[in-house]
């Protein structure tokens, strides 16, 4: 929120500084010189238009991983940890509502909330997204439609690495096998498999 606060103040003081130069180089400077001004000022303005929009973007998707079903009492744990945990176990979420796993090779790193499941990784058929490079991560609904984004998992967090067999966290039932991990939400019956070399929902 800081930083989009900060963002508007200054695209508001640019575009005040912009029509002040215009009045000022119009009292006293030849029409040449005022569409010069005029016109360095608002590739300026426009500059920082652009440069805030991708920061922005690019921040929100970093976050992304951090998203909770309950973000007003999101806390992470203030130490990273790791632990293993057996076939058949039902995987207690932190106090915020997410569980932090890893699969056997700990190539991929996914947060599983009640609204979704996010998963993190060096995919192989990843797409390119519009601001920010090929993706590191998708996001995957009880509907069983996924969205690529490009984030990052945070530093600290309750990890849990599965063994090959099946779990059961925050009304997911989650399979994990050598070809990949399927995430299947209890209610919808919907969900995707998730693995290195793709992505498949279903």
Not at 79 to 101: C, F, K, M, N, R
Not at 147 to 174: F, K, Q, R
Request: with cysteine; proline share 3%; hydrophobic share 40%.
């Amino acid at each position: 929120m800081g930083f989009q606060v900060g963002y508007v103040v200054m695209l508001l003081l640019l575009i005040g500084l912009d029509a002040a130069v215009v009045y000022f180089a119009r009292a006293n400077a030849r029409p040449l010189h005022v569409v010069a001004i005029s016109a360095l000022t608002t590739i300026v303005t426009m500059m920082v238009v652009g440069l805030g929009g991708y920061l922005y973007a690019a921040s929100s998707l970093e976050e992304f991983f951090d998203t909770t079903a309950d973000s007003g009492s999101h806390r992470e744990p203030t130490l990273a940890s790791t632990h293993t945990s057996s076939p058949g176990d039902q995987l207690t979420p932190d106090q915020a509502g997410s569980v932090w796993i890893k699969t056997k090779s700990e190539r991929t790193s996914c947060q599983v909330i009640a609204a979704q499941v996010g998963c993190s990784a060096d995919f192989d058929t990843a797409p390119t997204t519009e601001c920010c490079g090929k993706a590191n991560g998708v996001i995957i609904k009880p509907s069983g439609q996924t969205e690529w984004v490009t984030g990052n998992m945070p530093n600290s967090a309750e990890w849990t690495v599965l063994d090959y067999g099946t779990y059961h966290a925050a009304g997911w039932t989650i399979d994990a096998k050598a070809n990949g991990t399927t995430f299947t939400n209890d209610a919808t019956g919907h969900g995707a498999k998730v693995a290195i070399e793709s992505v498949t929902s279903f």
